[in-house]
């Protein structure tokens, strides 16, 4: 079987190495655009804490973060358990987020005993004094470019084909190349993030997948050693995530910016005023890069994993949970595309 995959994000990488391991022979090819989600993504893997109004996106985003340990060896140091801090000025506003855990632990045990925490800043620093917290241990943090780029090597490793260049759908499936025409293909899937609505316009989908721009800052707190700290998630304000090498990644915004990938002043400000106001400790930090991406939205903000046609694959809309699930829907792309049914029901995430 031959599947050509648009898209080397981490969905994209994900699916080639699925792919790959049954032997399929799989051609992903990437046009290098600007913007790309996975570039610019913090890498939260706590699924617990989220989509309370919406089981569909929580069954998918808990499954995610279960296929993560199937991986944790490939992975090596893109993938590290450190746990969350649920973090917040005062206790009260603790108590939803509390009530969601007890409710969901018993469907949920990898998320850990939840304990309270006298003080958050003794296990992250540069915290502000005197918050309330809550430490959900099963919480892991991902390294978005070395899950993709390990994925995309154990693939390539077990020959997949990479190609550089705009790849087009026929509205009969079919895939051509700029660079070198028509690609055989089986089967066809299309992971490729914000731009996945105009991949699949000559289908005649008419796929409601918008960007979003979020920014993010990484800084270098000197002398720290950062790289067992956990992840603070406030209730209000930015997420932090250290990292090896003495970093801090703080973020993000959530932007209506189209297609522009530029990291801004407003963006920055906004991402370094509220970081430094939540974490007094990061503002004689060194500002060590910037960077923008630009996540898939779909309209009602649940994901695309479905069949666009009789050839044709989509995984898409994952939003700022893309590095939490990329792994995965990946996987159930590939699954789709074998024409096999996959471990979850897809009828939440159709066209």
Same mark, same amino acid.
């Given at each position: ?14 699916? $080639? ?13 990437? $046009? ?12 939260? +893997? ?14 998918? #985003? ?21 746990? =969350?801090?649920?973090?917040? *000025?005062?206790?009260? *506003?603790? *108590?939803?987020?509390? &009530? ?5 632990? $018993? ?6 005993? +939840? ?7 003794? *296990?992250?620093?540069?915290? #502000? ?5 809550? &430490?959900?241990?099963?919480? $892991?943090? +991902? ?46 899937? +299309? ?70 990938? &530029? ?61 939490? =699930? ?26």
């Amino acid at each position: 079987m031959r599947v050509v995959v648009i898209g080397n994000g981490i969905v994209g990488a994900a699916a $080639a190495y699925h792919l790959s391991r049954r032997g399929v022979a799989v051609t992903v090819v990437d $046009a290098g655009l600007a913007g790309q989600a996975t570039e610019a993504g913090a890498g939260i +893997v706590c699924p617990w804490v989220d989509h309370e109004d919406d089981p569909a996106w929580y069954a998918l #985003a808990r499954a995610s973060a279960l296929h993560y340990s199937g991986l944790a060896e490939l992975l090596g140091p893109g993938y590290a358990k450190v746990g =969350a801090l649920l973090v917040a *000025e005062e206790r009260a *506003e603790l *108590e939803p987020v509390r &009530r969601l855990l007890a409710a969901r632990h $018993a469907g949920a045990p990898e998320m850990g005993e +939840v304990s309270e925490v006298a003080d958050p800043a003794a *296990e992250f620093p540069p915290l #502000a004094p005197g918050l309330a917290g809550l &430490r959900v241990p099963g919480a $892991a943090r +991902v390294d978005g470019r070395v899950v993709r780029d390990t994925l995309m090597a154990a693939a390539v490793a077990a020959g997949v084909a990479f190609r550089h260049g705009n790849a087009a759908l026929l509205p009969d499936g079919g895939v051509l190349l700029d660079s070198a025409g028509p690609l055989p293909a089986d089967a066809v899937i +299309v992971a490729a993030g914000a731009w996945t609505g105009q991949v699949c316009a000559p289908l005649g989908a008419d796929l409601p997948v918008v960007p979003w721009r979020g920014q993010i800052v990484h800084t270098v707190l000197a002398g720290a050693e950062t790289s067992g700290w956990p992840i603070v998630l406030p209730r209000r304000g930015p997420y932090l995530l250290g990292f090896p090498g003495s970093r801090v990644v703080m973020g993000a915004t959530r932007e209506d910016a189209g297609f522009d990938a &530029r990291v801004t002043v407003a963006g920055l400000a906004e991402v370094l005023s509220s970081g430094v106001r939540l974490a007094p400790g990061l503002a004689g930090a060194s500002v060590a890069e910037t960077r923008s991406g630009l996540r898939p939205v779909v309209a009602g903000e649940r994901p695309l994993i479905a069949r666009a046609g009789e050839k044709v694959v989509v995984a898409t809309g994952l939003s700022a949970y893309g590095l939490t =699930a990329g792994p995965y829907a990946g996987m159930l792309a590939a699954t789709l595309a074998l024409g096999e049914s996959p471990d979850l029901d897809l009828t939440p995430y159709d066209l």
